[in-house]
């Protein structure tokens, strides 16, 4: 991450150079001096993925916040200008009271909001892209605790899925969940996760 497109950039190329084989553009922290993130303004939005294309020539994917106003705007507009895929989503604003002391829990007051409860909302910027721009790859992540988490995403229309506050309660949580998406399947009766991937089916 950085505070513009340049410094975008010039973090892209020194990852690369250190061996990375993709980027990731965080496009949803921190917050701009205008109170703006990136991920709220297409044009913003694709300016930093461009700069950041042109900068490097490994895959580099778009994470964009569930609070951007219009998802499929700027899915669009990162896609257009480089994004070889999208991450749906970064946490979402939140707030919390410690009530002993009558503070904030976090010194800046709003703060992101990860876990469980995150994944309705992750999951219906997913639905909405996938339909809205069918090819366009998605990773999806926002509250994975289980296997049936992952089947979602997929079925949602995600490419791949992604797991990370589990991981501060569960740090091996990775092979548990592999296990449970296995089970799935079988279930289900798919012989692969990709499959899985936009089956969906509407009312």
Not at 49 to 54: A, I, K, L, Q
């Amino acid at each position: 991450m950085a505070g513009d497109a340049a410094g975008f950039a010039e973090v892209a190329r020194g990852l690369q150079q250190a061996g990375v084989t993709a980027i990731e553009v965080n496009l949803s922290c921190p917050n701009l001096d205008d109170g703006v993130m990136f991920s709220f303004d297409p044009v913003r939005a694709a300016e930093v993925v461009s700069s950041v294309r042109n900068a490097v020539s490994v895959p580099v994917g778009a994470k964009l916040s569930p609070n951007t106003p219009d998802i499929v705007g700027v899915s669009a507009a990162v896609r257009d200008h480089g994004a070889d895929f999208v991450v749906l989503t970064n946490t979402a604003l939140g707030f919390g009271i410690d009530v002993d002391t009558a503070r904030p829990l976090l010194s800046g007051g709003v703060g992101g909001y990860s876990g469980p409860g995150l994944k309705p909302v992750s999951l219906r910027c997913v639905y909405e892209v996938a339909t809205a721009l069918p090819g366009l790859p998605i990773l999806g992540c926002g509250g994975v605790v289980t296997g049936a988490d992952i089947v979602e995403y997929l079925m949602a229309g995600a490419s791949a899925v992604a797991a990370g506050t589990i991981h501060f309660a569960e740090p091996k949580a990775g092979r548990r969940l592999i296990g449970e998406l296995q089970g799935e399947m079988a279930r289900i009766g798919v012989d692969s996760a990709a499959d899985l991937v936009g089956m969906v089916r509407r009312w």
